[in-house]
């Protein structure tokens, strides 16, 4: 079912005036004239997402997809294979060749490997944070969490910098019958159920709040219940529901409403639209995909909801986040990618083959549909794991140096930036951090990252204070 979680007060935007051009903007047009900037420049690079766009990748997506695995993949066997290492340290498995001369990625990447010249690598991401929560907070919104190194952080001032779904939603709002972010097939959480923070709209408030699926698409019997009228409701009757519902609220509007009820009005309209739309209902209709389809993708939870998010963004979703979280049968020492015990052998059965299968279909699928070259897809998760394997086999907390993958969108195939050392355990050259792969993602959907977005007082903020990776960026 769909939650849509009311956590923070709504969001107030910045004074604009009437040409758009904010307050803060204005006042500083007397120092940018001996600059060379004069006021129709400025009025034009205030409208004009292109004006100064560094190359043809700026604005070339028109959607993303997020695939966000929980508990930190290795670099080792994914990315940043390390052969020429102790054994204790490159793993059990062997580099395979790719798609590109050079670029060697983990054997159990079997398709993955195949599509690498669409693939740009990030080797050297780093946030020097070993907590699931905080890292994970700093790579979803692409701002530090305080402190670092925070387990079961949760929400909350200072912590509260909106994901970047949120920020999108804002920027870009919805369409006439879907939201403009969505995150599926749950939220990300720690032992205890604790969810991470960084998921939400944080400060920008209720109105760009992704929506949360809670779901498993997989299942013989899966269904959106919003996106279905009750029985008992005919459409004749739930359009005389509405007209009723648009009758009260404009009674409402002669009092003064506060915005809790606004915000709650705006809710209503929103799901009356979903339960009415064509368009919604079709979206979510993974059962009309041919059987060849689903089981390219995988018939698992992260396999279909995959899928899924290809044909919410194929819908008009600006962009959706699939979080790979813990399955069924998950023991506590080992869930999702957090392998700190019997890593080669999860690697090997429960994790790699579903995920290689799940990726490498979604940008096949995406290609033969003409989407790929405006849709980007970013391949991510909290932090990577230790060079030396543990006494149970397993790989431990390592957030100074992993991986990272983007596609399509904008982004140049083939590309590799950043190297770790020899042992996988430190950024060699190339490094970046979060904010530089948030920055590459706005970058990519039209959005520079000093683009201004306003706190519930107003002040203005940047959606980003990395820089966007330029090697990875297409020309």
Not at 315 to 329: D, K, M, P
Not at 358 to 374: P, V
Not at 381 to 387: A, I, L, S, V, Y
Request: proline share 8%.
């Amino acid at each position: 079912m769909f939650s849509i979680l009311e956590r923070n007060p709504a969001s107030h935007r910045g004074v604009r005036l009437c040409d758009g051009v904010n307050r803060r903007e204005m006042l500083r047009v007397g120092g940018l004239g001996a600059c060379g900037l004069t006021m129709p420049s400025l009025l034009k690079a205030a409208t004009d997402p292109s004006v100064g766009s560094p190359n043809g990748s700026f604005g070339r997506a028109k959607r993303c997809i997020v695939l966000f695995l929980l508990g930190g993949p290795p670099q080792h066997e994914t990315w940043d294979p390390k052969p020429d290492a102790p054994a204790e340290i490159r793993g059990d498995f062997a580099p395979i060749e790719s798609a590109v001369p050079g670029l060697h990625v983990g054997e159990l990447m079997p398709r993955t490997a195949k599509l690498t010249d669409r693939i740009a690598v990030l080797r050297a991401v780093s946030t020097a944070d070993n907590a699931h929560s905080s890292s994970g907070y700093w790579m979803l919104t692409g701002y530090p969490h305080a402190p670092k190194n925070k387990e079961n952080a949760l929400h909350g001032p200072p912590n509260d910098w909106p994901c970047v779904g949120a920020v999108v939603r804002h920027l870009r709002g919805d369409t006439a019958s879907l939201p403009g972010a969505v995150r599926l097939p749950e939220e990300i959480w720690n032992t205890g159920r604790i969810v991470w923070p960084g998921q939400d709209a944080g400060w920008l408030g209720h109105s760009a709040e992704p929506w949360l699926l809670d779901c498993d698409p997989n299942k013989p019997d899966f269904q959106v219940p919003d996106l279905s009228l009750p029985s008992d409701i005919p459409a004749m009757r739930f359009g005389r529901r509405r007209s009723l519902l648009a009758t009260v609220n404009r009674h409402l509007d002669a009092v003064n409403r506060d915005q809790a009820v606004e915000r709650w009005n705006g809710l209503q309209h929103k799901a009356f639209d979903l339960l009415s739309s064509s368009n919604a209902r079709r979206a979510f209709d993974i059962q009309s995909e041919p059987d060849t389809v689903r089981e390219r993708y995988g018939r698992n939870r992260f396999g279909q909801s995959v899928l899924l998010a290809r044909r919410l963004v194929e819908a008009g979703v600006s962009l959706v986040q699939v979080n790979w979280t813990r399955w069924e049968e998950d023991q506590a020492v080992a869930p999702a990618w957090d392998n700190h015990a019997d890593n080669s052998k999860r690697l090997k059965t429960v994790l790699m083959p579903p995920m290689d299968l799940a990726y490498s279909a979604l940008l096949e699928d995406l290609e033969q549909r003409g989407m790929l070259e405006d849709t980007l897809v970013v391949w991510i998760g909290e932090f990577g794991r230790t060079p030396k394997i543990n006494a149970r086999g397993g790989r431990d907390h390592w957030g100074h140096v992993f991986s990272a993958a983007l596609a399509g969108g904008g982004v140049r195939g083939g590309a590799v930036c950043g190297a770790s050392d020899s042992q996988g355990a430190y950024p060699a050259s190339g490094r970046v951090e979060p904010q530089d792969i948030t920055a590459t993602i706005f970058h990519c959907l039209g959005y520079r990252p000093g683009t201004e977005i306003y706190d519930q007082l107003g002040r203005p903020m940047v959606i980003s204070k990395g820089e966007p990776i330029s090697k990875i960026l297409g020309s």
